[in-house]
């Protein structure tokens, strides 16, 4: 029976994730979750969404127990197309598909454009689940690097020219501008007009990969205005969000905003996957956005991140040996180590977990070999308290790695 | 700007599918619609859903509206688990994994197994969304014509036969063993254990998709009874259900019972293609399982079910031209109708849209240029009045059709 089940190329290429796994062993009880980034969990809006489903009509409720269109629940896009015009972006030929979260929606991309071995320019270090999604169609990746204002404009330049020169210019740039996982960098307003330039002079599409965007809580939204927006970038930027962090990453349920002929090909990708997004979830989002849920909701959940990201730069400079830089994100989940060079993230998270402390190690989110001078370390989803706790532990297990294991 | 998205090959290959841009044409208001395989929508289980949601203790909020495990929310694993034994299934070694519909289970197994160019033996005529799937990971496929008692054992040892000489064994076998969509027909049990045994013979594992299972109107569940639950076929058998016709297919909730080595595999693909099935519904149907509620539904969807197809039995003896025959269901949703050959199933799609009814024509769930002499209407989601106007409509678009447009 061995040889029974014959596997894919792609499925022999493929690995559990390093993160999944380690959260695995991160998941016993009473630990401190700075692993994964999983938005606050005692503040999700419970009685908003039991509201909503007590008002449904009995038109409501059969819409959301039966199938759906492919593209999407038609009020749902409604709502959402308002909301990408409010976002700046013009909806001309431009046209929306909700998806099984944004995970889905970097998949069908992927799966839309990507042939075994074509190119994807990615940042470096980049979200995971992007990875692994581009990993499973054989793409390669270039690595263009973050600066503390975002993806290197040069370097970017530099790996265009030399791919367009080999005549292999890639599919797309993929970057996540705002508070980025796993860094916490943010794009700045000035080097996104220069990667749209960039994208139009090499004809190079970006995806852009916007789940946070609306959780900043320093300056104002016109900091973080999406590439999307900009002018001229109607016809090269796909622009990918989620209700994962404005209602509730339970619902699966993200959306993408792009040219429609490419839509058009997203929807026909989306048919053989999974036939249609939960219509359940999508009447409930629906209702969250035209009740105006969605801005009481963001607005607490500003305040509430950007004091626990508070907390946590205060326990870094308290508890973090002197060789230990971090970035400073002005919204999101996320804060991005870089460790001195005698103590490695993998040999961390094992003295962390004896601490009941657990992180991500940086090595899944950069090109093999480069990761293990760097931790992410996610603030939402813990306590005040526990921010401070889990730091000073982490800078007990440092000492003990750096004391030479 | 007209290259600046440059389709994989996949894409290339993929065109929307013929049901779907029909039922396009087909969802106008007041339209009698034999034409989706959509549950009855008059008659979800609405007050059993409510009432599990109002019983929501916080902690089970919380986890509805979080990210999940990839492979499930581990009560619904349970319940499922329980489910299956009840099923008569073997569970030594197999896992479950649950999945944005039966849909995405059928695509993760095959993004599992299928390299392009791979075969895949499938019934003529089967279910369109998988024949998608499987085309848009570029499969082969070899058709298996079905008899009025299932799959044809001759004509499926014929064809593994030669791919066995040929050196390129069909990586699986797909069947829909009960009340086939889109022929209605059932495989019988004597022939499930020939077919098994061929699966073993020729080391082939099936893929045996059972949506409809639960719903039979005649005989008892024993004449029902899957593939995976014989002698055998734990090793052998990959068994995908789902809760579309159980709950609610707009929960977009499956799941895939399977040697637990190939569900690790099938884990890892989930994870690059949506990371979790929604908290959400998950949730939901754990509690619909745990408080019993799916058996009540089953139990009045069988009768409600029974009594449409009964109706479309006597409005087709009544109205349907002679040489036209059908299939006689004991179960499920469809039944599938040989036309005679001056009437082509697209003319009389067209001549039916003019009189307000819609169905599917035969040509998507075969063989290119096989199908046209066939049509699949199904009973589930009209009144019994609409059963028997649209059944008369029919004729008289037959009618139209054969003398001559």
């Not at 607490?300 to 400073?328: D, F, G, I």
């Amino acid at each position: 029976m061995e040889n029974t089940f014959r596997l894919s190329d792609n499925a022999l290429g493929m690995q559990a994730s390093e993160i999944r796994e380690l959260m695995k062993l991160a998941s016993k009880p009473g630990i401190i979750a700075f692993g994964g980034g999983s938005p606050d969990g005692l503040r999700f809006p419970f009685a908003e969404v039991a509201d909503i489903e007590k008002d449904w009509s009995e038109a409501k409720k059969r819409a959301a127990f039966q199938y759906g269109a492919t593209n999407g629940y038609p009020p749902l896009l409604e709502h959402l197309r308002k909301r990408m015009e409010a976002y700046g972006i013009d909806m001309t030929d431009q046209s929306i598909i909700t998806t099984t979260g944004a995970q889905q929606g970097i998949y069908l991309m992927a799966k839309a454009l990507i042939n075994p071995g074509d190119t994807i320019i990615v940042e470096s270090p980049t979200f995971i689940g992007a990875l692994a999604s581009f990993k499973s169609l054989r793409a390669n990746f270039e690595w263009a690097p973050l600066d503390s204002d975002g993806i290197s404009i040069d370097a970017t330049e530099t790996i265009l020219k030399r791919l367009a020169k080999e005549n292999r210019l890639p599919k797309f740039i993929y970057t996540i501008p705002n508070f980025q996982n796993p860094s916490g960098i943010t794009l700045s307003q000035a080097k996104r007009k220069a990667l749209l330039e960039l994208a139009i002079k090499y004809n190079v599409p970006i995806l852009e990969d916007d789940p946070y965007g609306e959780l900043y809580f320093e300056g104002t939204a016109a900091d973080y205005k999406s590439i999307k927006s900009l002018p001229g970038a109607k016809d090269m930027v796909i622009y990918l969000n989620t209700f994962s962090k404005i209602l509730s990453p339970g619902m699966r349920l993200g959306w993408i905003t792009g040219p429609s002929k490419i839509i058009g090909q997203i929807e026909i990708a989306k048919q053989s996957v999974d036939a249609c997004t939960s219509s359940y979830t999508q009447v409930i989002a629906s209702d969250y956005l035209e009740k105006g849920y969605v801005n009481g909701y963001v607005d607490k959940m500003r305040e509430v991140y950007h004091s626990k990201c508070s907390m946590m730069m205060l326990a870094l400079e308290k508890y973090m040996p002197k060789e230990v830089s971090w970035s400073k994100p002005t919204g999101g989940f996320f804060v991005w180590i870089t460790l001195p060079k005698n103590i490695g993230s993998k040999a961390l998270f094992t003295a962390a977990l004896k601490r009941n402390v657990a992180f991500v190690t940086g090595s899944p989110f950069t090109e093999e070999g480069k990761g293990d001078g760097y931790a992410r370390i996610a603030f939402s989803n813990c306590s005040l308290e526990d921010i401070e706790k889990g730091v000073k532990l982490l800078g007990e297990a440092m000492q003990e790695v750096a004391a030479g294991k």
